[in-house]
């Protein structure tokens, strides 16, 4: 629907381990958001990508990691998984950063850790 | 405290009833306000926009008093369909570029026949 796709859908790992999520922003988006919902909770801000730099950063450590490529697509990266870690992982890709507020999200990948 | 606060809920009211939601927000210096939708299980979509002067989408209505930094969602002849967690979103207060929007926990609205 919103044209964002992310993938896997669902996942399960162990701690520990590491995992990529993968998405795909909307045709002509140039910055994407990555968000982790845990259950019953608002999203949470991880970071943002605007034109493959960094551009924004919310409160979590530096085992979450990501890289935006120049076709704008994007991919999240966490590391030495934690139980904790186990959530609903959004991407939401904008226009010029997203200043006008309005984000398109993917249906996310929904990460279990075991 | 959390940036954004409200109530989880859930909201049970029946069809035709009016609803409203409430949100507060912490930074003084956020710039924008938003009213977000999320369906069971589904990802988030921007339900409107929220301006100084109050704003209107058909049974939807929200409000922002900076003053206080609340945020007020009305929804009014309920349906079926309105039943979802409601997210209030704060954006800016900080470096400008940046789009980080702050989610509260979201309302659920259950609306019954």
């Known amino acids: 629907e919103t044209g964002v796709t992310q993938s896997p859908t669902h996942l399960i790992k162990t701690r520990g381990q590491q995992v990529t999520l993968r998405c795909s922003s909307q045709s002509g988006h140039n910055t994407v958001s990555w968000y982790q919902q845990a259950l019953g909770q608002g999203p949470q801000f991880i970071f943002q990508?605007?034109?493959?730099?960094?551009?924004g950063r919310g409160n979590f450590p530096p085992r979450f990691s990501g890289l935006q490529f120049p076709n704008y697509s994007s991919e999240l990266n966490v590391n030495a998984l934690e139980l904790d870690d186990s959530a609903l992982y959004l991407c939401?890709?904008?226009?010029?950063?997203?200043?006008?507020?309005?984000?398109?999200f993917g249906e996310g990948s929904r990460l279990t850790v075991l | 405290r959390k940036e954004v606060e409200q109530d989880p809920g859930p909201f049970n009211v029946p069809e035709g009833a009016t609803v409203a939601f409430n949100c507060t927000y912490s930074n003084s210096a956020s710039q924008s306000f938003f009213w977000y939708r999320q369906d069971c299980r589904k990802e988030p979509k921007l339900l409107m926009s929220v301006y100084s002067s109050g704003n209107e989408d058909g049974r939807f209505t929200a409000q922002l008093n900076r003053a206080s930094q609340y945020i007020s969602l009305l929804i009014r002849d309920s349906k079926l369909s309105d039943s979802a967690t409601y997210l209030c979103v704060v954006k800016g207060g900080g470096s400008s570029n940046t789009g980080k929007l702050i989610f509260g926990q979201g309302t659920t609205l259950q609306v019954k026949p």
């Open positions: 939401a890709s904008s226009l010029s950063a997203g200043v006008t507020g309005e984000l398109f």
């Open positions: 990508y605007y034109r493959e730099e960094e551009n």
